[in-house]
């Protein structure tokens, strides 16, 4: 399912450069605040919680504008990492680790000479893994794969004809397994430059 995504995804690309006289690529990087996860460990009869906060997320993005109002977007987005510490004897430490990418179709509007705003809609998948840890060494480790719903809107300034100031809220939902759940809402700051 995953590979026929991505093949479905390149080649609608690769169509839309052919047949989009004024198509644009770009490129672009970007980076946001940590985001939050929490965790949970059970020991017998016992559990515990605990929550923290990742290290800082990073993403990378292509993208393909069709038209001044229409366009494609790929991207994959490091989550980060965190980990945590548990009161249970034979379970004292969690890491976890999470990313997603993302396919989305883009609308953009001009606001003024420099300004303009955008949204996105697609799809991502999302992925998070975790291990738990005690005393006596690892004791559980899993991870997930799933897909969801993506959205982001935000506003970009045009520094230059070809390099922009982009500042975007987005989301994918939670990415979660059995003990972990990872928010993967968030604001982000990045340059996206176009060729």
Do not use: C
């Amino acid at each position: 399912m995953k590979q026929a995504l991505n093949l479905t995804v390149f080649t609608a690309m690769a169509l839309s450069a052919f047949w989009a006289h004024a198509a644009d690529v770009y490129v672009g990087v970007a980076v946001g605040p940590a985001t939050s996860l929490d965790a949970q460990a059970v020991q017998g009869k016992q559990s515990a919680t605990a929550s923290t906060t990742s290290t800082t997320p990073f993403k990378f993005l292509l993208g393909l504008d069709i038209t001044d109002t229409w366009g494609i977007e790929l991207g994959y987005k490091n989550l980060g990492t965190g980990s945590a510490a548990f009161n249970l004897s034979d379970v004292n430490q969690f890491t976890a680790d999470a990313h997603m990418s993302y396919v989305a179709a883009k609308v953009t509007r001009s606001w003024g000479d420099n300004w303009s705003w955008f949204t996105k809609l697609g799809l991502a998948q999302r992925y998070v893994g975790y291990a738990v840890s005690g005393p006596s060494g690892q004791v559980m480790a899993s991870s997930a794969n799933e897909g969801a719903l993506y959205a982001s809107a935000g506003v970009a300034y045009a520094l230059s004809p070809k390099l922009s100031l982009n500042m975007e809220l987005e989301t994918a939902g939670q990415a979660r397994t059995q003990n972990v759940q990872w928010n993967t809402t968030g604001l982000s700051l990045g340059l996206r430059y176009g060729f």
